[in-house]
Each structure stands twice: as C-alpha cells, then as structure tokens.
C-alpha cells in the first residue's frame, strides 16, 4: 500500500498561481499512475490531471488544459500541480490519487472507481 500527504493548498487571488504536492510517505516497488481529482462545493468529485509513472503521459481535465501542469519527481516520490492563472471556479478540495492503471484509464474513469490510494485533500480557495 502507499500512503499520500497533500500540501500546498491555501488562498490564492484569481490570475495568481499555486503548486500543490503530494508524496507518498511509504515506500513501494511499485510504479504508480499518480493524478489529482477535485470536488467543488455542491458538485461532484471530478478528474484534473494524471500523469504515467515515468512521466511519459499526461493528461488534463479541458478547463485545465494550459493553466495546470502535472509532474513528478520519482527520487522524492511526489507529484505536483502547477496552477496558473487560478479562477474562482478552481475553487474546491484537491485530491491526489495513486493507482497501478494507466494515466488514460484514470483521465476517463470516475471517483467512484477504487483507485488504490487517495490523499487526504487539500482546500484551494480563489478570491474573486
């Protein structure tokens, strides 16, 4: 199992930028899909980002496209989102995710999937 600490979020003024990060403070063998969810207030857990274990692939949630980047950092075992250009409608709790399926699996599949490992969220607020 991997267990994932979040930190980074906080309040951001819109057209500001903000990195989250997100490691695994477990050590593992195994080569984990990393990505990051989101769940707004009264809204559903929805998809931001994912990228492949060796960073191959990434993929982006379409109002994330160009102002959101995902990377990694397998020597510290942490993935990390870029947020540029933050708008108040990014506004929500952020999740990292691990799971031993693909990047693309993960950009088409839901929350409800059983991802192998979840963080614990971190709040990101964006002031109009």
């Known amino acids: 199992q991997v267990d994932l600490v979040e930190s980074g979020g906080g309040l951001v003024q819109a057209g500001g930028s903000q990195r989250l990060s997100c490691t695994a403070s477990?050590?593992?063998?195994?080569?984990?899909?990393l990505g990051w969810f989101r769940q707004a207030p009264g809204k559903e857990r929805m998809f931001v980002a994912a990228?492949?274990?060796?960073?191959?692939?990434?993929y982006y949630e379409d109002s994330v496209r160009g102002r959101f980047t995902i990377s990694g950092d397998n020597a510290k075992n942490t993935v990390y989102l870029q947020m540029n250009n933050l708008k108040p409608e990014d506004t929500a709790i952020y999740y990292c995710?691990?799971?031993?399926?693909?990047?693309?699996?993960?950009?088409?599949?839901?929350?409800?999937?059983?991802?192998?490992?979840w963080g614990q969220g971190t709040q990101v607020t964006v002031s109009s």
């Open positions: 995710v691990a799971d031993r399926g693909t990047a693309q699996a993960m950009s088409v599949q839901g929350p409800e999937y059983e991802y192998d490992s």
């Open positions: 477990t050590l593992t063998s195994i080569r984990y899909t």
């Open positions: 990228i492949s274990w060796n960073g191959e692939y990434t």
